[in-house]
């Protein structure tokens, strides 16, 4: 399976502080996903990235988030001022190739708002 | 009502089991559809795909998609203590809704030896 690593593993922050968590998914991919899992509660998807425009994004990705791929191959989820409820795993995803038909997912990065 | 349902379980078997996951959805557009395993505090890992109605077999594991009847199925044969773990399942339409993944609840299975 593609590797795609993730940075920090564990994120901890006090509520009103942006983080930015990173991704590197599988090199020269057009496609990327977010998607964060609150403890005990379903995957939910956040947003979609194409061609480093935002091709989809849902009711949960308001102004707080935005993403960026700044260097080619770094992907970056940021949340502007953590709320308590930020609290949980987000994963990036991306396809294995060029085509969309799977998606594989990151370890994650824990993220804990204080 | 949600998307995609899937009961939580949680699900205890014997080791040599057979175990069938499954899914209800509600959405007529999705038409790939996923399963993933997930270990406790661990990124969802794919271990089946399949597109519109049928089966799929990848050795111990079985896909089944019946979309007629919007259900879909995991079968696990000679189930094994490392299967324990959630499992997923997923749906996306295509379209313009390329790539929008959306899970179930996920499934607790828990093997014993």
């Known amino acids: 399976e593609p590797e795609v690593t993730q940075t920090p593993s564990h994120q901890v922050t006090q509520m009103g502080q942006e983080v930015i968590l990173r991704c590197v998914p599988i090199?020269?991919?057009?496609?990327f996903y977010w998607y964060r899992q609150i403890l005990g509660q379903k995957v939910e998807f956040l947003v979609s990235?194409?061609?480093?425009?935002?091709?989809?994004k849902s009711e949960i990705f308001d102004d707080q988030f935005s993403v960026e791929r700044p260097d080619g191959s770094n992907f970056t989820l940021k949340i502007r001022s953590t709320k308590l409820e930020d609290s949980a795993m987000y994963f990036c995803a991306t396809p294995p190739t060029r085509g969309t038909d799977t998606q594989y997912f990151g370890p994650g990065t824990r993220l804990t708002v204080l | 009502q949600k998307e995609v349902e899937q009961d939580p379980g949680p699900l205890s078997v014997p080791e040599g089991a057979i175990v069938s996951l499954n899914c209800t959805y509600s959405?007529?557009?999705?038409?790939?559809f996923m399963w993933y395993r997930q270990y406790s505090r661990k990124g969802p890992e794919l271990l089946m795909y399949t597109y519109s109605s049928g089966n799929k077999e990848d050795g111990r594991f079985t896909a089944q998609v019946d979309k007629s009847s919007k259900y879909i199925s995991l079968f696990i044969r000679d189930s094994q203590p490392s299967d324990s773990a959630t499992y997923l399942c997923?749906?996306?339409?295509?379209?313009?809704?390329?790539?929008?993944?959306?899970f179930g609840q996920g499934t607790i299975l828990t093997v014993h030896p």
């Open positions: 990235f194409y061609n480093n425009e935002i091709s989809e």
């Open positions: 959405n007529s557009a999705f038409q790939y």
């Open positions: 090199s020269n991919h057009l496609y």
């Open positions: 997923a749906s996306y339409a295509g379209g313009t809704s390329y790539g929008k993944l959306t």
